[in-house]
């Protein structure tokens, strides 16, 4: 491999390996709210705008995923109609609240707010209305990056009952690009990814000790066609997007 290749790895397992004791307690507080909710026949939520709404695809309907798992999805906070006015969006004011009551949220709920800069409108309204409908917020973001540009306005991190921060650097990208001022190689994704799952592993076990896991097969799997199945009849009254 090249250097750069083997630096973005490098970069990337040392972060990880960071992270996993750095906020642990805070993991281990996010699988227990996350659990307690299951127990309770509550939900869980996932917000994210820009390129952090990736991380309420991941755990949509995934295999070795939670069926609990509700993704927050409208096309003018994503990407894939136009990345330019979803960057206009997600700072707006007010464009959550519309979005946000599709979606039966309720308290005792566990929602999850995923933004790497921590400062746009979008996801500071998506956790202000989770703390007005009860739930429990927990977010995944960057303290560095938003603490260095909040300029005094109110971040993601202030509004959440757990946060999960990133370790990620201001701007993201961590690897500089040889023969110039730039960097490459954003962590954002990766690391909110393997948090999420690491968190989901955790509440997995839990509730396999209870005796209801939910957890989705792969299609391709023996028996997954009618597991799946049960699993989207009884999770399906409460999202919208199986």
Not at 36 to 60: C, K, L, P, Q, W
Not at 172 to 199: R, W, Y
């Amino acid at each position: 491999m090249t250097s750069m290749i083997d630096g973005y790895f490098d970069n990337l397992i040392a972060r990880l390996t960071a992270l996993k004791s750095d906020i642990s307690e805070q993991m281990e507080a996010a699988a227990a709210a996350v659990a307690a909710a299951a127990r309770a026949d509550n939900r869980v939520y996932i917000f994210g705008t820009g390129h952090s709404h990736v991380m309420a695809e991941e755990m949509h309907y995934r295999a070795g995923g939670l069926a609990i798992t509700v993704p927050i999805l409208a096309a003018p906070i994503m990407l894939h109609e136009g990345a330019i006015a979803g960057t206009v969006y997600e700072r707006t004011e007010g464009i959550v609240g519309p979005i946000m009551d599709r979606y039966d949220i309720r308290p005792g709920d566990v929602l999850f707010v995923i933004s790497n800069s921590g400062v746009n409108a979008a996801p500071l309204e998506a956790a202000r209305i989770g703390r007005e409908r009860g739930c429990t917020v927990i977010c995944i973001t960057s303290v560095a990056y938003s603490t260095a540009t909040a300029n005094g306005r109110e971040r993601l991190a202030d509004l959440s009952d757990i946060v999960l921060d990133n370790g990620t650097p201001p701007g993201d990208a961590v690897m500089s690009v040889p023969g110039s001022e730039l960097k490459a190689g954003p962590m954002s994704t990766a690391i909110g990814a393997t948090i999420l799952n690491a968190i989901f592993v955790d509440v997995a076990a839990r509730l396999a000790a209870d005796g209801d896991a939910p957890i989705y097969l792969s299609a391709n799997m023996p028996g997954a066609k009618e597991i799946n199945r049960k699993l989207v009849e009884r999770f399906r009254p409460r999202n919208p997007h199986l």
